[in-house]
């Protein structure tokens, strides 16, 4: 582990940068965005192992279009960081707030049990109730294709975050844009996502 003034660090070699060093953004259009930081966290196992034992996963109905189905992935949230499972994710909310200067204040887990498991094409409308937001996300345990598309149409943009990589959502990425993580039959590994949010992100303008 480097001894560094920039890095949060916890026992058994869990560390994020906090300088950023390896950012890099990637213009959608004229007002969104993507910004990959890539091995901004190094140790991720062991989080990966803390977070998959610790975490009380669950599975959730939805209704889509008058139908009721199960999700295909399970899921956990925290929406008080004092009572986060793991002390590093109190660490990387610290980070993110003072880098992108807006308050992390809560969380929201996706655990993709193998490449069966996926997350169709959404908007995070119940985190991002602004026309503009910074949501980041943090990959841990299996690479998996992240998808990102206009909501107007056309064709998507594929990133493929690898464990201890922060993939960043900006500008209006959450109104003019749609996500999805799809499935992956050749993964047989787990990935757990760590989105973190803001309640002001959440509290549409006045």
């Known amino acids: ?60 109905y939805r209704k889509l279009f008058e139908q009721t189905f199960l999700e295909p992935r399970l899921t956990a949230e925290y929406r008080i960081l004092n009572r986060l499972p793991h002390e590093m994710l109190l660490a990387a909310a610290a980070a ?40 980041p996300v943090l990959t841990l345990g299996a690479t998996r294709r992240f998808l990102i598309k206009p909501r107007s149409g056309g064709p998507s943009h594929a990133f493929s975050p690898r464990s ?6 900006g500008g209006r990425s959450q109104e003019d844009w749609v996500h999805s993580v799809p499935k992956a039959p050749e993964v047989a590994e787990a990935r757990i996502s760590v989105n973190f949010q803001s309640s002001m992100q959440a509290r549409r303008e006045r």
């Open 96 to 135: 993110l707030s003072n880098h992108y200067k807006v308050t992390y204040d809560s969380l929201w887990m996706n655990l993709y049990r193998d490449g069966r498991d996926s997350t169709g094409w959404h908007r995070d409308r119940f985190s991002c109730r602004r026309p503009e937001c910074i949501v």
């Open 164 to 169: 201890g990589d922060l993939i960043v959502m």
């Open 1 to 60: 582990m480097h001894a560094q003034a920039d890095l949060f660090t916890t026992p058994a070699s869990l560390a994020i940068d906090a300088s950023f060093a390896s950012a890099r953004r990637i213009p959608l259009d004229a007002t969104s965005w993507i910004e990959l930081v890539p091995g901004w966290m190094s140790g991720p196992e062991v989080l990966f192992e803390a977070l998959a034992a610790a975490v009380p996963w669950s599975q959730h």
